[in-house]
């Protein structure tokens, strides 16, 4: 047949088109595309604008639209034959000689592709005789992926054109290789090892994106991962769990994530290195601060007082010292705080980056500071044997640690001594002769102590753990309380007080700090719990959380009628807010108004909130590799309470580190204040796993 066609192209039947309309009769044979395989049926029954079909093989009679059937046997020549299984029709494909020889022929009668013939005129250009399962394997082929011949939505089967045919190799040549690549692309995203330099470069931006995406989500909503339909759809692909701590594990494989630095880091204010711009402008200041400055020549000298710096060793940012005075009219505690708002004005582009940042971040690998270190840790701190601007607050005690007098001056200083807390505890055990003044302040401070806890205050002086890295290597840095602590924050406590009363006094906005009153415990309720670390964590448990807003309210913990926090604006943005104001108060210049000042505390927010949640994270994650190092260990610990009791998700307090632990237990049903031996069942520093086992 074919030969015959090819050698009178005249003879190619033409095709009416008003007759695909022709009307379906049961029994008739039809050709189909059903859910994208294409079929051979038989017509059952017609309702309306619909057919009920039959299949062969196992599949059931389906209802389908008349409008996407194809006629097959008009005449019923072929209604006889049973319909085709799949193997005959795989055994009746037509062969690639037979399509190349019909596309030759009807594009040399229609070399524009006008030639157009219905299924059963194809079929007989290929087939001679004509069978039912050869009509199903040119079905077949007419529907899968080719580049001669094309089915058009009239029904009809027409050549493609030369043209045609070169743009759709090409295009195929491009879907290939797009798969291809997109299979490398999958290969190395599977790859199980860091990867190397070379092959972060291979990956493609889009995989950067995402990889970005992910990142984000894991720091900012880790609950929110298992839903990201971006990990659905490439979970099983990339062997990726459906789980925050699978994605976290995925990335620290290709090093894509840091395993030891807190997730919510990455999506924060806070990078360990200021922009290029800003240490320069840094340096600026650094090289003015030996210059006159507004305002210096009302300073207040104070550099004859012995002054005391006491922090912890390696501290850089010293922000505070002490003095003692004793004068005519009594005995007065200068507390002397950094003036960073001598050099940084506000609106400058350091003044904004410290607002962005809200706070110092203190990680177990060291601080990222809210101001660069060459200014931060130089001209703006308290520096030993130099001669620095200060906030200086005077104050007077009577015997029950009451504050009677107070007066704020803006000052030069000239720190005598450097101490650690190890030498203050020293000097105020020794007290020797000609320089007890650090004793002395001591001994007021125990005084307004005392005052504080009359009031109703909630102390807790107990040693506390933190974990650091020193130079590599995970140490347990534990505080213990010690007199040169209580002094130190005693004096920082009085002086936030003393701020407060001025604010008062002036009806002056400021980010005051406050607590509402608790119901602790009774005193029969506590007489049921062990004494020590059980006993603060019931009380702790029942303390509101902390407040900050424009108006002076009573802070219940620290037994305060008002309480600002201004000790610290080196490293805390809402101290140096207060510096401005009490200055520009003391200068009769223009402070921020209770409104401005809101907003202000608002903006900080999230910065403060991020930064506890980054630290707690930290801590977390350095217990939880400090314990996979010590997983053979007995721990001897103290059982506080079930923080989600259906989980078994405990808070124990682990007496040889200070601090407490956070875990899901086995084994025992212990009550709070009960001693237990704690082993780790369980622990993977990368996914934030932990578990305990309870003797």
């Not at 608002?602 to 949640?613: E, K």
């Not at 049903?669 to 993977?684: E, F, R, W």
Request: glycine fraction near 6%; include cysteine; proline fraction near 7%.
């Amino acid at each position: 047949m074919l030969e015959l066609l090819l050698c009178c192209p005249s003879s190619i039947p033409r095709v009416d088109p008003a007759s695909l309309n022709q009307s379906f009769h049961p029994g008739d044979t039809i050709a189909v595309v059903l859910k994208g395989s294409p079929l051979i049926g038989r017509l059952l029954s017609i309702k309306g604008s619909k057919a009920v079909v039959s299949f062969g093989g196992q599949r059931r009679d389906q209802d389908l639209p008349l409008r996407e059937l194809v006629p097959v046997d008009s005449t019923g020549e072929l209604s006889s034959q049973p319909l085709p299984s799949p193997e005959e029709v795989q055994s009746f494909a037509p062969t690639s000689r037979s399509l190349i020889e019909a596309w030759q022929l009807l594009v040399e009668d229609g070399p524009d592709g006008s030639s157009r013939l219905n299924l059963i005129e194809f079929c007989e250009l290929l087939q001679d005789p004509i069978s039912l399962p050869g009509i199903a394997a040119v079905w077949t082929w007419l529907q899968e992926p080719q580049s001669l011949f094309r089915w058009r939505r009239d029904r009809l089967v027409q050549p493609l054109t030369a043209d045609e045919r070169v743009r759709l190799r090409q295009q195929r040549r491009s879907e290939r290789q797009a798969v291809q690549h997109e299979q490398r692309q999958l290969e190395l995203l599977r790859l199980q090892h860091p990867w190397s330099e070379q092959e972060r470069e291979a990956l493609d931006p889009q995989w950067w994106v995402l990889i970005e995406h992910w990142l984000t989500l894991l720091s900012t909503q880790p609950a929110a991962v298992s839903e990201d339909p971006d990990l659905k759809r490439w979970s099983a692909s990339l062997q990726i769990g459906s789980e925050a701590a699978d994605l976290r594990q995925w990335l620290v494989v290709r090093c894509l994530l840091d395993p030891d630095q807190p997730l919510s880091l990455s999506n924060s204010p806070w990078s360990r290195h200021f922009p290029s711009a800003l240490e320069q402008e840094a340096e600026r200041l650094v090289a003015l601060a030996d210059s006159d400055r507004p305002g210096d020549a009302e300073r207040h000298d104070l550099t004859g007082l012995a002054s005391y710096s006491l922090d912890d060793s390696g501290t850089k940012e010293i922000d505070d010292a002490l003095s003692y005075e004793q004068r005519d009219d009594g005995c007065w505690i200068w507390i002397h705080i950094a003036d960073p708002s001598r050099l940084i004005d506000p609106g400058s582009p350091l003044d904004l980056e410290a607002k962005r940042r809200g706070t110092s971040l203190y990680l177990a690998d060291g601080v990222i500071p809210m101001l660069p270190l060459s200014l931060a840790a130089g001209p703006l701190s308290l520096r030993a044997g130099q001669q620095c601007a200060a906030l200086s607050v005077a104050v007077q005690l009577d015997d029950s640690g009451e504050v009677t007098a107070h007066r704020i001056v803006r000052s030069w200083i000239r720190p005598r001594y450097g101490l650690t807390y190890a030498d203050g505890d020293e000097l105020i055990e020794l007290a020797p002769p000609g320089d007890e003044s650090l004793a002395d302040l001591a001994n007021l401070m125990n005084r307004r102590h005392r005052w504080r806890r009359s009031r109703g205050a909630v102390l807790f002086d107990r040693p506390e753990g933190r974990f650091r890295l020193r130079d590599g290597e995970l140490e347990v840095h534990v505080t213990e309380p010690s007199p040169a602590r209580l002094l130190v924050s005693e004096a920082m406590l009085l002086m936030g007080s003393v701020v407060a009363g001025f604010g008062q006094e002036h009806g002056l906005a400021l980010p005051f700090r406050s607590q509402p009153m608790a119901t602790l415990p009774t005193t029969e309720e506590l007489e049921r719990i062990p004494e020590g670390p059980a006993q603060d964590a019931a009380i702790k448990r029942c303390l509101s959380r902390g407040v900050q807003g424009t108006r002076p309210m009573p802070h219940f913990s620290l037994g305060l009628p008002s309480y600002v926090q201004a000790t610290s604006p080196i490293r805390r943005y809402a101290d140096l807010v207060t510096h401005r104001q009490i200055l520009a108060q003391l200068a009769g210049t223009a402070v921020l108004p209770e409104e401005r000042l809101g907003e202000l505390i608002d903006d900080l927010g999230d910065p403060l909130r991020q930064s506890v949640q980054i630290a707690r994270e930290d801590q977390r994650h350095w217990q939880q590799v400090w314990l996979a190092r010590h997983r053979d260990q007995s721990w001897s610990v103290i059982f506080l309470r079930w923080l989600r009791p259906q989980e078994r998700l405990a808070l124990v307090h682990v007496s040889d580190l200070a601090m407490d632990l956070v875990g899901v237990a086995q084994g025992a049903d212990p009550t709070p204040g009960q001693t237990l031996s704690m082993t780790v069942a369980h622990v993977d520093p990368d996914r934030g796993e932990l578990q305990l086992q309870f003797a």
